[in-house]
């Protein structure tokens, strides 16, 4: 799970070439519309008349909670006047239940009773001196004048009085409460609706599909490394039954995803795993390809699943290669054959067919050097080792990997055909595919030559070789890809 998202950062970290030009293709040319084409104009009054609506209720709110604050003021003066007593509701109404607590003593009164209009008085203070809670101020207001004029009666009912002026009180709090809950339920939809309504109202770039178009199309995939013939076959099969149609990038997107996805499909197969012990994957490429990190992590791959693993360090024409290739051994657990430098790879590949028989391992992973220049030199030495492994197994080696540079653009296309001539390749491994915006050679190579793709490289560290999955490809090459 975690290895996914990890590739999917890794995969094609700069933007693709393809979608860039695809967002231009539409935009040069499209045209300016709403998402929702068929009601374009609906949206935008209703979303002003609610907004309209919206503001009156604010006004209306405003102005009743000055009409409640100029109440209260005016409550507040009297009180001072008469009683000296606190500005706020709040103490006027603490006030009013100690007297009327006192008084429900005198009388004999519940004292449980004086106990909860305190508690219900003082929340209601609480309440009132909530901004927002305006109409509870009121009321908490209206209670606190009817207790006044309980308190100036001062009469032998003061009590009951007082305990009904709470009761109310507390019961109106409870109202009022359940009102403001409703006003902000009532409320919520309607902000949810005006937040929905600016995102639908979101404008989307449209453009005919005409030749123009479709040519600008052909041009970006061919430029993309996609191949002529690839370029010209997915155009086709995007614009059947959408010619004169009008197309959102995001649409021409997952147009050409799901064509790509077509394509790359039949190609993604992990490297097959036979019966055979051991069994032998010659590894080949050009130099700098990648060939020498693929094994390491490979190895380690196979050993992870329960493979006994042996590496060959084949590329005797190097010394960093032994080297890096030791490293990669030893962090995968697995031991590394090696050479003296310059020493013949063949016979080393035969030491290693030995080492490999006698340990019982699963897998011989034989790494080769890639000296292209000499065409006739490589297909020599590739040769050379193929013949001494076949004869400890004849049917070796079971797999011929070719590690191909994905930034190397078409040049990957003439490497498959080279090493086509002097090895047997039997399936692919695309390098380098976090570093490069040119992940289209792909999609040539799987048109032209079907052969497998096992792995993709997304890093230079040892987990960071992964299964080729087409469709998050397909995804990452246009843009489609979701997050
Ligand atoms: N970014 C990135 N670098 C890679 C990847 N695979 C290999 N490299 C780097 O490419 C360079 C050449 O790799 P190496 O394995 O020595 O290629 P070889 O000559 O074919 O054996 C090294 O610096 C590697 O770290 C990959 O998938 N992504
Ligand atoms: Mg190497």
């Keep these: 799970m975690s290895f996914f998202k990890k590739l999917k950062t890794k995969l094609f970290k700069s933007s693709s070439k393809l979608e860039e030009g695809l967002d231009a293709i539409v935009e040069d040319g499209g045209v300016e519309e709403d998402v929702n084409a068929e009601a374009p104009q609906v949206e935008a009054p209703v979303d002003d008349a609610a907004q309209r609506e919206a503001e009156q209720r604010q006004a209306e709110a405003d102005a009743e909670a000055q009409r409640q604050a100029e109440a209260e003021r005016q409550a507040e003066a009297e009180a001072a006047a008469r009683a000296a007593a606190e500005a706020e509701t709040a103490a006027r109404l603490a006030e009013n239940a100690r007297i009327a607590s006192e008084a429900a003593a005198q009388a004999d009164a519940d004292e449980a009773a004086a106990k909860k209009a305190q508690a219900a008085a003082a929340r209601a203070a609480q309440q009132a001196e909530e901004a927002r809670a305006a109409q509870a101020r009121e009321e908490a207001a209206l209670a606190a004048e009817q207790a006044r004029q309980a308190e100036a009666a001062k ?269 047997d390749v039997s399936g692919l491994v695309m390098t380098k595919l976090d570093g490069t915006a040119k992940g289209g050679v792909l999609v040539a190579l799987a048109d032209k030559f079907g052969l497998p793709i096992h792995a993709i490289g997304v890093g230079e560290q040892i987990d960071d070789l992964a299964p080729f999955d087409p469709e998050e490809f397909a995804q990452a090459l246009t843009g489609t890809a979701t997050e």
């Design 155 to 423: 009469q032998a009912q003061e009590a009951e009085a007082e305990r009904k002026a709470a009761a109310r009180a507390l019961e109106e709090l409870e109202v009022e409460k359940a009102a403001e809950k409703a006003a902000s339920e009532a409320k919520a939809p309607g902000l949810l609706g005006r937040l929905m309504g600016r995102k639908e109202q979101k404008t989307v770039v449209r453009r005919e599909l005409d030749d123009d178009m479709l040519e600008a199309l052909e041009e970006l995939l061919i430029a993309s490394d996609m191949g002529v013939d690839t370029s010209l076959r997915v155009t086709a099969n995007m614009a059947e039954g959408r010619f004169g149609k009008k197309l959102s990038t995001q649409e021409i997107k997952d147009l050409l995803a799901s064509e790509i996805t077509k394509i790359m499909e039949p190609v993604a197969k992990p490297m097959p795993i036979y019966p055979k012990r051991p069994q032998v994957v010659l590894v080949v490429g050009v130099n700098g390809s990648g060939k020498t990190t693929t094994i390491g992590k490979l190895a380690l791959q196979f050993s992870n699943a329960g493979k006994k693993v042996v590496i060959a360090a084949g590329d005797t024409f190097r010394a960093a290669a032994v080297e890096q290739l030791q490293v990669w051994g030893e962090r995968a657990g697995v031991p590394v054959l090696t050479a003296p430098e310059g020493s013949d790879p063949a016979s080393l590949a035969y030491e290693a067919m030995q080492k490999a028989e006698a340990d019982g391992a699963d897998l011989l992973l034989i790494d080769t050097a890639g000296r292209l220049q000499n065409r006739t030199d490589l297909m020599e030495e590739l040769a050379k080792i193929v013949r001494v492994i076949r004869k400890k197994d004849e049917t070796a080696p079971h797999n011929t990997l070719l590690v191909l540079d994905a930034t190397t653009g078409q040049n990957a296309l003439n490497q498959v055909e080279v090493f086509r001539q002097i090895s």
